[in-house]
């Protein structure tokens, strides 16, 4: 079975600073891994994903994450808040097969504070 | 495309009544899966469908859930009866069986049982 852990349900950073959310993930294969972002009463929208190429993932809005099986990890960061980064994070994971549904985490809420 | 949609946006209906809640996948998607948003749990996976078929539907929470997927452009949620704990938002999403590894999010309905 596969799991995700995001450790923080409310993170709250200054505008300009560095955004870090944190995710980590349990699978037993070789895993899929998500970002997505909600804004307030709308759907989930992909951020960026890991499908098994490059460990460093770049992805929309200036957003980060960086893959480290080692620590099982996949942390989101952002070097500048912006204010319209306010917004809920879920971190996913899914089976490298692509077969089988994302799994998310309880999510985090980033508030941005000028 | 015009993306995964969603009927209807907002449902406010009395307790014991029927809910039907409606989806569009993205055209040329096999996979369709129902999620559940709400502040206890996050999001969890209802049920999700692969050509049609329903493939797992463990995460249905009682017999009161049913869902359908007739043909390849429509999917059904209905609960019968509501109770005011199924208040919750609902979301669609789909995915191709091949290349993107990501689901698409509908903007969700939001159940409200009183």
């Known amino acids: 079975a596969q799991s995700v852990t995001q450790l923080g349900s409310h993170v709250s950073v200054s505008e300009g600073a560095l955004v870090l959310l944190r995710c980590n993930y349990s699978?037993?294969?070789?895993?899929?891994l998500f970002w997505y972002v909600q804004y307030p009463n709308q759907g989930l929208q992909l951020l960026l994903k890991?499908?098994?190429?490059?460990?460093l993932v770049k992805g929309i809005n200036g957003f980060e994450a960086e893959f480290k099986k080692s620590e099982t990890s996949f942390h989101l960061t952002k070097p500048s808040a912006h204010m319209s980064d306010a917004a809920e994070y879920f971190c996913?994971?899914?089976?490298?097969?692509?077969?089988?549904?994302?799994?998310f985490g309880k999510g985090t809420r980033l508030s941005v504070i000028a | 495309d015009a993306g995964v949609i969603q009927s209807p946006r907002h449902e406010v209906t009395e307790m014991g009544q029927e809910v039907t809640l409606r989806c569009k996948p993205i055209s040329g998607h096999d996979y369709l899966f129902w999620y559940r948003q709400t502040m206890m749990r996050g999001l969890e996976l209802l049920i999700y469908?692969?050509?049609?078929?329903?493939?797992?539907d463990s995460g249905m929470p009682e017999d009161r859930f049913s869902a359908k997927m007739p043909n390849a452009s429509f999917s059904t949620l209905k609960i019968q009866p509501s109770e005011p704990r199924d208040s919750a938002v609902y979301f669609c999403?789909?995915?191709?069986?091949?290349?993107?590894?990501?689901?698409?999010f509908g903007q969700g309905t939001r159940l409200t049982v009183v």
């Open positions: 890991y499908t098994s190429a490059a460990t």
């Open positions: 996913a994971v899914s089976e490298s097969s692509g077969n089988t549904p994302l799994v």
């Open positions: 699978s037993s294969v070789p895993p899929y």
């Open positions: 999403a789909s995915r191709p069986s091949t290349g993107n590894t990501e689901a698409f």
């Open positions: 469908f692969n050509n049609n078929v329903p493939i797992d």
